[in-house]
């Protein structure tokens, strides 16, 4: 094979695209897209996505042999439905994808993220070895071996310490993941990877200009996910959040308010009777353009709900001050990320106190930027570089 060089480097050993493997699910793949960002490789990356099979067959897949993967692997979604920009998650139409191109355009890297991602992710480690480097984002579940590395916030690993195995009955403790400390090809994070980098912010900043700028400050955004498995919670948080903003609301220029598509209905009717007519609050409906890169940006401080790992990693990347509500209903390893991030300083107890006029500050949250260098240290030791 002729030996091709571009500024003194094999050409063959340089990464110029990425494949990202979704699952539909946005806070997943906005990980493995934050990550590309960071990388460098923004716009020179295609999306594939899985369809996710009934029954929740992926719940065991990944336990399976590779040599049985494809055997039992959900078909790749049609492209009825999807958007133009998104292909078929085909493991086999990647790989090869990967070998036929590595001597002109060189390696492929591949990053996905989330359970439903695996069979593919790994299927294509399995057949193209030598083209391509697979990222994992989100313990796996499975054998670790089967990624060129796995990117993983550290209370994925709550189970192995004293108190995560204390809360195991002896009988389960086997069955219990991850099974041993992280190797060498696991990195750790403390929270989710995501796409609010400064670029992302100040071109948000520009964008939502008009509408934020003019605003009285200090701007307090409200961020409301859902309950979940490991932080559950009801109406009373509700009730206790709108109580808790009408007390600091004095300290405030304005406030906005944004839900999830996890938040329940009776959850939000709660916050919407109690603000509809306050001039000085405002309640995003759902219409038009999502305000959340916006608001990032822009704000002055933040409350969020403790169940959303990315809403609050995003936030805590800002440096600005972030209040959590409900921390006290998160147990296991939900409990373990608000622990590590009160210890960092990064979070606060919204209490209903608080003057939003006063600022503090911590050093910001920075895993996306760390784990991507720690990709680039990962590559270089296969003699690749991006």
């Known amino acids: 094979m002729a030996e091709m060089f571009q500024g003194g480097v094999h050409r063959a050993s340089r990464i110029r695209r990425a494949v990202v493997i979704g699952n539909g699910f946005a806070g997943a793949e906005n990980q493995s897209i934050g990550l590309v960002r960071a990388l460098g490789l923004w716009g020179r990356q295609s999306l594939h996505r899985v369809t996710r099979p009934r029954g929740g067959i992926n719940e065991w897949l990944h336990w399976l042999p590779l040599s049985l993967h494809r055997k039992f692997m959900p ?6 439905g999807l958007s133009s920009d998104v292909l078929e998650a085909d493991a086999k139409q990647i790989a090869e994808m990967a070998r036929q191109t590595f001597d002109i355009d060189g390696p492929l890297l591949v990053v996905a993220s989330g359970r439903d991602t695996i069979p593919v992710s790994s299927a294509i480690k399995h057949l193209a070895p030598e083209n391509v480097f697979v990222v994992q984002i989100q313990h796996p579940r499975s054998h670790l071996n089967r990624f060129d590395l796995v990117i993983t916030p550290r209370h994925d690993y709550y189970p192995l310490t004293p108190e995560g195995q204390g809360q195991i009955p002896w009988f389960l403790q086997r069955w219990i993941t991850p099974c041993e400390p992280p190797g060498s090809n696991v990195v750790l994070t403390v929270g989710a990877l995501h796409q609010a980098d400064f670029t ?14 003019p605003l009285p400050r200090p701007l307090l955004v409200v961020n409301i996910g859902g309950p979940a498995r490991n932080c559950s919670y009801g109406v009373d948080l509700g009730k206790r959040l709108a109580a808790m903003l009408q007390n600091v609301l004095w300290s405030c220029g304005c406030v906005r308010i944004s839900f999830s598509r996890r938040t329940p209905a009776k959850l939000s009717r709660i916050l919407m009777k109690e603000f509809s007519t306050n001039p000085k609050v405002y309640i995003w409906d759902g219409e038009g353009r ?5 608001h990032l940006a822009c704000a002055d401080a933040f409350v969020i709900t403790a169940d959303s790992v990315s809403m609050l990693s995003e936030a805590c990347s800002t440096g600005k001050p972030v209040y959590v509500i409900g921390a006290e209903h998160c147990t296991w390893k939900f409990a373990d990320f608000q622990n590590s991030l009160q210890e ?27 784990a991507a260098s720690r990709v680039k240290m990962a590559l270089a030791e296969r003699g690749w570089s991006i």
């Open 344 to 370: 960092r300083g990064v979070v606060r107890p919204f209490t209903g106190k608080e003057d939003m006029i006063k600022f503090w500050s911590y050093t910001p949250l920075n895993d996306t930027a760390e």
């Open 290 to 294: 999502n305000p959340h890169m916006g």
């Open 75 to 80: 078909l790749p979604a049609k492209r009825t």
């Open 200 to 213: 992302a912010l100040r071109n948000a900043a520009s964008s939502w200009h008009a509408e934020l700028a």
